[in-house]
């Protein structure tokens, strides 16, 4: 699609927006009567004002589901009709992606390029990707006692919360959503407070593709939504992406409550190791830049750890700061923007604070870390850092910062690449540049992470590829046949023949 003959600017202006929760088959406000607004990053103005569920608005979803749910007009639907209800809803998607990508650059500050290519078409295509797969997972006749017949088959786990973060709001969801109502669930889709805008709307796509009352909700509201959700007796799963600190209380909630099943896609500080015998040292340094800018380096997946062998490091240092320069912060309704602002003023500070820590520790500032106000004045916009660290303990290079803030730390061999890169609370990405084929497979053995990549970042948007993290990343994949298993149960059935 050309981006650049549209007019984002009038077209924003032109925009409606919905801001009320949808509840059992209709748009509603939130029994409190209490309402938040939601700001455009970029330029610091109100966009909207949003319902703020509380409990109320928790249980009276809770209970439409569960009723939908058991009522089975989703959950006993001919696979073949689901399947045509979640195409219809993806088709809806894609008719409709200037405008969901529209909302989702003004709610969050990325650019409308990304907004369309990644975060909208991608949602379109993991829906009709799960869509698909419906009526193509048989289950299973085991070899069992020949006086019996044992068959396994996979059901829907029942009333399915999906807590979701800001960074790539809709994507995020429906990596959630789309598995858990192809495999037969009732959805409630908690979207985060900074960027409910098109949670909220694609609750009407899905509405006029088919999908009965009950079965996919929308709560906007703050993290007690998302507590009550994650502590109630009749949600039966919560599926979580966000930050290592709530997934760990999430899985508190569950404990508490009722053992619900947890699945937590959670925090990152991935690293990306360029050998020695790294041949293309400006493609490494192109990667490297694109896995810290791209979305302003709030990807869980970020490469916010670039790790380089002591022979090459003057070399790809150079290639490095060049790649880095050509991120620059802009209008994210400019088609041409790669780099837009972050997310609120909260994560603003903290990406800031971070910059003043790595100094202070003594990590040598090699490039930008200013606070920029040319794109708007109240916009809250942050040149790409990159920090040379002396060692690999400082702040900076342990913590998740969630910004465009890159540690180069220099090693000296493979074996204590592989040290420093495993030696993390972390383990979602990772990755190796090398031209040995052996090292290649070696290192990516050896890397204790969901995803390695081998001289490339970030490649394979594909939904084939299970996606989620070791250690406290998190547990569970999204994405793939794999994500089924986060939102089925397996059934052994004996019959006595
Ligand atoms: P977050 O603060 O953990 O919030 C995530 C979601 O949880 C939001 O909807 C939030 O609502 C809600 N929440 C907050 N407190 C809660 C509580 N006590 N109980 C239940 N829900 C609660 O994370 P974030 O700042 O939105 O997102 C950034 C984090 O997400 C990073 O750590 C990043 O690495 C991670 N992430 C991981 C993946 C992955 O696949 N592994 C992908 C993307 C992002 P409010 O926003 O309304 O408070
Ligand atoms: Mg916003």
Same mark, same amino acid.
């Given at each position: 699609?050309?981006?650049?003959? $549209?007019?984002?600017?009038?077209?924003?202006?032109?925009? +409606?927006?919905?801001?009320?929760?949808?509840?059992?088959?209709?748009?509603?406000?939130? =029994?409190?009567?209490?309402?938040?607004?939601?700001?455009?990053? !970029?330029?610091?103005?109100?966009?909207?004002?949003?319902?703020?569920?509380?409990?109320?608005?928790?249980?009276?979803?809770?209970?439409?589901?569960?009723?939908?749910?058991?009522?089975?007009?989703?959950?006993?639907?001919? &696979?073949?009709?689901?399947?045509?209800?979640?195409?219809?809803?993806?088709?809806?998607?894609?008719?409709?992606?200037?405008?969901?990508?529209?909302?989702?650059?003004?709610?969050?500050?990325?650019? $409308? !390029?990304?907004? =369309?290519?990644?975060?909208?078409?991608?949602?379109?295509?993991?829906?009709?990707?799960?869509?698909?797969?419906?009526?193509?997972?048989?289950?299973?006749?085991?070899?069992?006692?020949?006086?019996?017949?044992?068959?396994?088959?996979?059901?829907?786990?029942?009333?399915?919360?999906?807590?979701?973060?800001?960074?790539? &709001?809709?994507?995020?969801?429906?990596?959630?959503?789309?598995?858990?109502? %192809? %495999? @037969?669930?009732?959805?409630?889709?908690?979207?985060?407070?900074?960027?409910?805008?098109?949670?909220?709307?694609?609750?009407?796509?899905?509405?006029?593709?088919?999908?009965?009352?009950?079965?996919?909700?929308?709560?906007?509201?703050?993290?007690?939504?998302?507590?009550?959700?994650?502590? +109630?007796?009749?949600?039966?799963?919560?599926?979580?992406?966000?930050?290592?600190?709530? @997934?760990?209380?999430?899985?508190?909630? %569950?404990?508490?409550?009722?053992?619900?099943?947890?699945?937590?896609?959670?925090?990152?500080?991935?690293?990306?190791?360029?050998?020695?015998?790294?041949?293309?040292?400006?493609?490494?340094?192109?990667?490297?830049?694109?896995?810290?800018?791209?979305?302003?380096?709030?990807?869980?997946?970020?490469?916010?750890?670039?790790?380089?062998?002591?022979?090459?490091?003057?070399?790809?240092?150079?290639?490095?700061?060049?790649?880095?320069? /050509?991120?620059?912060?802009?209008?994210?309704?400019?088609?041409?923007?790669?780099?837009?602002?972050?997310?609120?003023?909260?994560?603003?500070?903290?990406?800031?604070?971070?910059?003043?820590?790595?100094?202070?520790?003594?990590?040598?500032?090699?490039?930008?870390?200013?606070?920029?106000?040319?794109?708007? &004045?109240?916009?809250?916009?942050?040149?790409?850092?990159?920090?040379?660290?002396?060692?690999?303990? =400082?702040?900076?290079?342990?913590?998740?910062?969630?910004?465009?803030? =890159?540690?180069? $730390?220099?090693?000296?061999?493979? /074996?204590?690449?592989?040290?420093?890169?495993?030696?993390?609370?972390?383990?979602?990405?990772?990755?190796?540049?090398?031209?040995?084929?052996?090292?290649? +497979?070696?290192?990516?053995?050896?890397?204790?992470?969901?995803?390695?990549?081998?001289?490339?970042?970030?490649?394979?948007? /594909?939904?084939?590829? &299970?996606?989620?993290?070791?250690?406290?990343?998190?547990?569970?994949?999204?994405?793939?046949? +794999?994500?089924?298993?986060?939102?089925?149960?397996?059934?052994?059935?004996?019959?006595?023949?």
């Amino acid at each position: 699609m050309s981006t650049g003959t $549209i007019n984002w600017q009038k077209k924003a202006e032109q925009l +409606h927006f919905e801001g009320r929760a949808y509840i059992d088959g209709a748009y509603r406000k939130a =029994l409190s009567g209490k309402e938040f607004t939601t700001i455009n990053p !970029a330029t610091g103005k109100v966009l909207a004002s949003i319902e703020w569920c509380g409990e109320e608005d928790v249980e009276l979803a809770v209970r439409a589901a569960r009723r939908a749910f058991d009522g089975g007009a989703w959950s006993e639907l001919a &696979p073949r009709s689901r399947m045509e209800i979640l195409k219809r809803f993806a088709s809806l998607i894609q008719d409709n992606i200037e405008e969901l990508a529209l909302l989702e650059s003004l709610d969050v500050g990325k650019p $409308i !390029a990304n907004a =369309l290519s990644v975060d909208i078409s991608n949602t379109a295509y993991c829906i009709s990707w799960f869509a698909e797969l419906i009526d193509k997972v048989p289950g299973e006749v085991v070899p069992v006692d020949p006086a019996l017949l044992g068959m396994v088959t996979r059901e829907p786990v029942g009333v399915v919360a999906a807590i979701v973060p800001w960074n790539f &709001p809709l994507l995020m969801a429906s990596w959630k959503f789309a598995p858990a109502l %192809a %495999a @037969g669930n009732a959805v409630i889709l908690k979207p985060s407070e900074k960027s409910p805008l098109t949670a909220i709307r694609v609750a009407a796509l899905a509405e006029a593709a088919g999908i009965p009352p009950g079965i996919f909700q929308v709560l906007p509201g703050a993290g007690d939504v998302g507590q009550t959700l994650a502590s +109630h007796l009749d949600v039966d799963c919560v599926a979580f992406t966000g930050s290592t600190a709530v @997934g760990k209380q999430i899985a508190n909630y %569950a404990a508490q409550s009722n053992l619900k099943r947890v699945w937590l896609e959670l925090g990152g500080k991935s690293p990306n190791i360029i050998l020695a015998d790294c041949k293309d040292l400006k493609a490494a340094a192109k990667a490297a830049a694109g896995a810290i800018c791209y979305n302003a380096g709030q990807m869980c997946t970020a490469g916010s750890r670039v790790l380089v062998a002591r022979e090459i490091r003057e070399a790809f240092l150079s290639e490095l700061k060049v790649a880095m320069a /050509d991120y620059r912060p802009g209008d994210p309704l400019s088609p041409e923007t790669n780099l837009g602002a972050v997310v609120d003023q909260r994560q603003f500070d903290k990406v800031l604070s971070y910059i003043a820590q790595g100094k202070k520790e003594g990590a040598k500032l090699l490039q930008g870390g200013a606070a920029v106000q040319t794109v708007h &004045p109240d916009g809250l916009f942050i040149e790409p850092a990159i920090f040379d660290c002396p060692q690999p303990n =400082l702040t900076i290079c342990r913590e998740e910062i969630f910004g465009p803030v =890159l540690s180069v $730390i220099t090693f000296d061999g493979v /074996d204590e690449a592989v040290r420093i890169a495993n030696d993390s609370q972390y383990g979602l990405g990772a990755a190796v540049w090398t031209q040995d084929v052996s090292t290649a +497979h070696k290192v990516a053995r050896q890397l204790r992470a969901g995803t390695v990549w081998v001289n490339c970042y970030e490649e394979g948007g /594909d939904m084939n590829l &299970p996606f989620g993290g070791y250690k406290q990343s998190g547990n569970g994949r999204d994405k793939s046949l +794999h994500a089924l298993e986060k939102y089925t149960e397996l059934k052994s059935t004996l019959i006595k023949l």
